[in-house]
């Protein structure tokens, strides 16, 4: 069995018109059986609690002090780190003044983390567009936690048991994302998952499978000239570093269970590259990764399913994944430092 962690994981609100509260409550009430770590929720303790009462739950939240009463809490009370929202939610309809309170517990989530009274940061999901008419400069998530590490670049990782893929370009068109492919942002993809492998995961030698972008990764530059002239380039770049990277290779026979036998990580030229096969293979499963953070830091891999708040229907199943995810990554971490 796993060492248990000093320190609790930090688990910041999300919007609050979404399904965070709700699934992090289920959470905490299949904390025994999941086998998680103590956790503590950043936001609104009435929020929580009517959360709990109108999904018909009698769920104890207790407020706490610090992160470090979360430890002693969490067996009876999911702990709750005050966060006050300026008004009540309401479920599904999001709210530009709860903006700055949901972006307040990010910050907090991450200094807790920085300063060692938490052991990693698991964000509920967040309304972009709710956030970008308050005025957030950034594109989600990964940016916004880059700039709170010191305007540093991350990559994105999409997790699961049995997949785990890297979207070298993420959100942006089809055609913005070729022209945005580099041999740079490859290499440069390839370097941090090889570093979170081993740090994160202990993999002393991990293997990266590069996707090509063509069909038939090009045949021999029949169906494109992007394999020959920036994918194969940033191959032998890693292979420079030392890093066991191949590459590149036909992306519709990558994904099947013999082939991934033979990487640990895939790095996906485009957004949809990476993630129809993971969701496809681990749909309820599937954890967003921030990769190149001096902490360590998850997310369920969905939205804020605005259409079912409130109706108990929020399958916590990824939440759940990204609490035990973090804590074994914060573990592993803590081990390999």
């Known amino acids: 069995?796993?060492?248990?962690?000093?320190?609790?994981?930090?688990?910041?609100?999300?919007?609050?018109?979404?399904?965070?509260?709700?699934?992090?409550?289920?959470?905490?009430?299949?904390?025994?059986?999941?086998?998680?770590?103590?956790?503590?929720?950043?936001?609104?303790?009435?929020?929580?609690?009517?959360?709990?009462?109108?999904?018909?739950?009698?769920?104890?939240?207790?407020?706490?002090?610090?992160?470090?009463?979360?430890?002693?809490?969490?067996?009876?009370?999911?702990?709750?780190?005050?966060?006050?929202?300026?008004?009540?939610?309401?479920?599904?309809?999001?709210?530009?003044?709860?903006?700055?309170?949901?972006?307040?517990?990010?910050?907090?989530?991450?200094?807790?983390?920085?300063?060692?009274?938490?052991?990693?940061?698991?964000?509920?999901?967040?309304?972009?567009?709710?956030?970008?008419?308050?005025?957030?400069?950034?594109?989600?998530?990964?940016?916004?936690?880059?700039?709170?590490?010191?305007?540093?670049?991350?990559?994105?990782?999409?997790?699961?048991?049995?997949?785990?893929?890297?979207p070298v370009t993420v959100h942006v068109g089809l055609r913005a994302a070729i022209a945005a492919l580099s041999t740079e942002a490859i290499v440069h993809c390839g370097a941090v998952a090889a570093q979170a492998m081993r740090r994160d995961y202990g993999i002393a030698r991990p293997r990266i499978a590069v996707a090509g972008l063509n069909p038939h990764a090009g045949e021999d530059g029949m169906f494109g000239a992007e394999e020959d002239a920036i994918i194969r380039p940033a191959v032998a770049a890693l292979h420079g570093r030392g890093i066991d990277a191949v590459g590149p290779l036909a992306a519709d026979s990558l994904f099947h269970a013999a082939a991934r036998r033979g990487y640990d990580v895939v790095l996906c030229m485009y957004h949809d590259q990476a993630l129809i096969p993971i969701k496809t293979l681990a749909f309820e499963r599937a954890v967003n990764v921030t990769l190149g953070l001096p902490f360590v830091r998850t997310s369920p891999d969905h939205g804020t399913a605005l259409d079912i708040v409130g109706k108990g229907l929020a399958d916590p199943s990824s939440f759940i994944e990204a609490v035990r995810l973090a804590q074994a990554m914060a573990r592993t971490r803590s081990q390999t430092a």
């Open 1 to 166: 069995m796993a060492a248990a962690l000093a320190t609790a994981t930090a688990v910041t609100m999300g919007e609050p018109a979404g399904i965070g509260a709700e699934i992090t409550l289920k959470a905490w009430q299949a904390r025994d059986r999941e086998k998680l770590g103590p956790f503590y929720f950043v936001g609104d303790p009435d929020h929580l609690a009517q959360n709990a009462r109108t999904l018909g739950q009698n769920i104890a939240v207790a407020e706490i002090g610090s992160p470090h009463d979360a430890v002693a809490a969490f067996a009876r009370h999911l702990p709750v780190l005050r966060e006050t929202l300026p008004r009540a939610a309401t479920s599904g309809k999001p709210d530009v003044a709860h903006a700055p309170a949901v972006l307040r517990a990010i910050d907090r989530a991450v200094e807790h983390t920085r300063a060692g009274q938490a052991n990693a940061v698991v964000t509920n999901p967040v309304h972009k567009a709710t956030l970008m008419r308050a005025g957030f400069a950034y594109s989600g998530h990964t940016d916004y936690l880059g700039h709170l590490a010191g305007d540093i670049p991350t990559v994105m990782m999409l997790a699961a048991d049995t997949l785990k893929v890297i």
